[in-house]
C-alpha cells in the first residue's frame, strides 16, 4: 500500500501561494503536536488526575474544566513557536498577543465537549486560522467572517485521534498513527451524503424552541406516516466534534438553534471558534451551514465570544430546515404546524 502523506507534506504542498502556505504549514503542525500530547493525556483518563474538576464558569451557562485549562496552556506553548501574531480562546476573556510581526491570527476552543471528559466520551479541540490585521491583541482583529479562514477544522480524541481540516480545498482527514506520533492523510476527500435522514439535536430543549425549529424536528419524529414520508434515526453526543464527525462520516443534520430562553437567543456555539470552522469543513466537504436565516460563514461577528445558532450538514436537508426559517411551504410536504395555524396554506 502506498504510504499516505503526512500532515506537513501535505500543508507544504497545497495550492496556495508560498508564505502563506509555509505560515500555515507550520501552524498545523504546531497545533497537531499539541493534539499529539492532548490526546495521550486524555487516553491517561483518572491516571492523571482529576482532570474533569471544576474550576470555574464563563457566565451564566458554561462551565470550565480543569482539562479545559491544561488544553489552553498547552495550545499557548506550541503557538508561541509558530507564525501567530495573537491567539483567541474560549478559555480566555481577551487575545493573548503572541508575536505581533506573525501573518496569522488562530482562535480556538481547546477542549469541545468537555462535558463529556469524565463520561469517556470522543471530545476535541476546533481550530480557524485567520490573516493578522493590524492591532492584534484587539479583540476586534479576531471579528472577521467565516469566509476569511485560511485553515479550520478540529481534531477529534476518540477511539482514533484524527485530524478534520480545510484549506478551501476540500475537506481531508488525517489519522494519528501512534507508533510514529505523526498524523497521515487516510481521506483525502471527504464527501458528505447530499441527503440524510438522520438529524443531531438536544431534544430537551424542545419546549424552548422557535416555531421552525419545532416543526422541522416535528415533522422528522412523525416519520413515515409524517409529512418527511420516511423515516428519522437521532443521535446526540453533546460533544459537537463528534457530532460533526460522525456527520462528515455517514451525513446527518446538526441542530443548535436560538430559542426563547434570554441565554440560549444566540444558540450555544461560539461563532469564531466552533461554529465557523464547523460550517466550513462542512461546506468543503459538500454540505451546507446555515444559521436558519443566511449561510453562517458570511456572518460579521459583533464580539469575540459571540454565540450564533447552527444547522449544519447534508446540503438537502439544510436547505429544508432553512426554508421552513423562511415561512416558505416546501412542495409537497405540509408543515403541521403551518396548516394548523394558517400561516401559510396551499
Ligand atoms: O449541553 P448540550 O445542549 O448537550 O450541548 C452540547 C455542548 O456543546 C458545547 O458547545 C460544547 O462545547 P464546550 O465543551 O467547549 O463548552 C457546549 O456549549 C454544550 O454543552
Ligand atoms: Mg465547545
Ligand atoms: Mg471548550
Known sequence: MEQPLTLAAYFSGWAGSRPARLAIAATMEALASAAVELSDLLALGALAGPMGRLTGRKGDVDEQKEIDLVANN????????????????????????????????????PLDGSSNIDANASIGTIFTVLPALEHNEEPSAFLQRGVNQLAGGFFLYGPQTVLVSTVGAGTQIFTLDRRSGTFLLTHPKVELPLRTSEYAVNDSN???????????????RRGKEGPRGRDFNMRWTGSPVADFYRILSRGGIYLYPGDKRREFRNGRLRLIYEASPLAWVVEQAG????????????????????????????????????????????????????SRRGLLRF
Open 287 to 338: 454540505g451546507a451551514a446555515s444559521t436558519g436565516r443566511e449561510r453562517l460563514l458570511e456572518v460579521s461577528p459583533k464580539s469575540l465570544h459571540q454565540r450564533i445558532p447552527l444547522i449544519a450538514g447534508s446540503r438537502k436537508e439544510v436547505e429544508h430546515a432553512a426554508r421552513l426559517h423562511d415561512g416558505l411551504q416546501i412542495r409537497g410536504e405540509r408543515s403541521p404546524l403551518f
Open 206 to 220: 424542545t419546549r424552548h424552541w422557535d416555531d421552525p425549529v419545532r416543526t422541522y424536528i416535528d415533522d422528522c
Open 74 to 109: 498547552l495550545l499557548i506553548d506550541v503557538l508561541r513557536k509558530a507564525p501567530v501574531a495573537a491567539l483567541a480562546s474560549e478559555e480566555m476573556e481577551a487575545p493573548l498577543l503572541l508575536d505581533a510581526k506573525a501573518p496569522l491570527l488562530v482562535a480556538v476552543d
